[in-house]
């Protein structure tokens, strides 16, 4: 495989304590890749250490084998990564539009282009974003505060593919949203992928990780126990990986 985005021997730490264990990754072009693991595993950390929210080394994240590990967030949103970050962190008493259209500015800011219209790679337009999340065009000129936890979601999404990502990296997107409205959100996964970026999912879910992703790893306490296959790996495997020996998933 030829990966778009590599993590190698991973390590991350909040001052003294250490949050991540030399953690190896790999997603290829157009993959989705589920990260899995009890509350506390580090699934945020690896992202934000990806994402360069940590100081992490050079040589521990590559873009197409390019060491871009520590690079500043600004700079990782302009080589192509974006992040739909835990919490959704979008900007109140702003209209979603508006929310939107922060994130077309961003894109065409890195593309060099002023003004220009959102034409990175994924080729993605505040048109698309509402053909993928209808309810985002009704709600253009609502403040973000006053949508549900389901639509606001949707807008952190929508800001983070008007980025034009090749890889989206989305933190808990299903946590605290009814079983239908994460239906909706999980059904907007292929044609993100089809737009040829491909994305890392922190899911709780363990069942709508596997069931959404290609390949899936397992933390435990900064090390990841399990990568696989998502279609091939057992429950049993899974409950071991996830909560150590003799454990298993409901
Ligand atoms: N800002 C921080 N300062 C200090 N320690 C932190 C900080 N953020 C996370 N940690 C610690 O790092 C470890 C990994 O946390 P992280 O948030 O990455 O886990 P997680 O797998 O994403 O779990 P959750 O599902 O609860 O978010 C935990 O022990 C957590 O307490």
């Known amino acids: 495989m030829s990966a778009v985005l590599s993590t190698h021997g991973l390590v991350a730490r909040y001052g003294d304590f250490q949050a991540l264990y030399g953690v190896d990754t790999e997603l290829g072009a157009g993959e989705c890749v589920a ?10 950390t690896f992202l934000r250490a990806v994402m360069g929210l940590l100081p992490v080394a ?22 192509g990564v974006a992040i739909v970050p835990e919490g959704r962190r979008l900007f109140t008493g702003m209209s979603v539009e508006d929310n939107l259209r922060v994130a077309i500015d961003q894109a065409a800011r890195a593309a060099g282009k002023a003004g220009a219209r959102a034409g990175g790679k994924g080729g993605w337009t505040l048109k698309r974003v509402h053909d993928l999340f209808p309810i985002l065009a009704e709600k253009a000129r609502t403040p973000v505060q006053s949508l549900s936890g389901g639509q606001q979601q949707m807008v952190a999404i929508g800001r983070a593919l008007l980025c034009q990502p090749r890889v989206l990296l989305c933190d808990e997107i299903s946590l605290g949203l009814a079983p239908k409205v994460i239906r909706e959100i999980y059904a907007a996964l292929p044609e993100i992928r089809a737009a ?12 709508l990780a596997q069931s959404a992703s290609d390949r899936l790893y397992c933390m435990l306490e900064g ?20 909560f150590g020996v003799g454990h298993a998933v409901a």
């Open 58 to 79: 050079r040589e521990m994240v590559r873009l197409d084998g390019e060491p871009v590990g520590g690079t500043a967030p600004d700079r990782m949103v302009q080589k």
């Open 35 to 44: 990260l899995i693991g009890a509350n506390g595993a580090g699934k945020s």
């Open 196 to 207: 040829g970026t491909a994305v890392i999912l922190v899911e709780q879910d363990v069942g």
């Open 223 to 242: 090390r990841v126990t399990l990568a696989g296959k998502s279609a091939e790996i057992s429950r049993a495997q899974i409950g071991e990986a996830y």
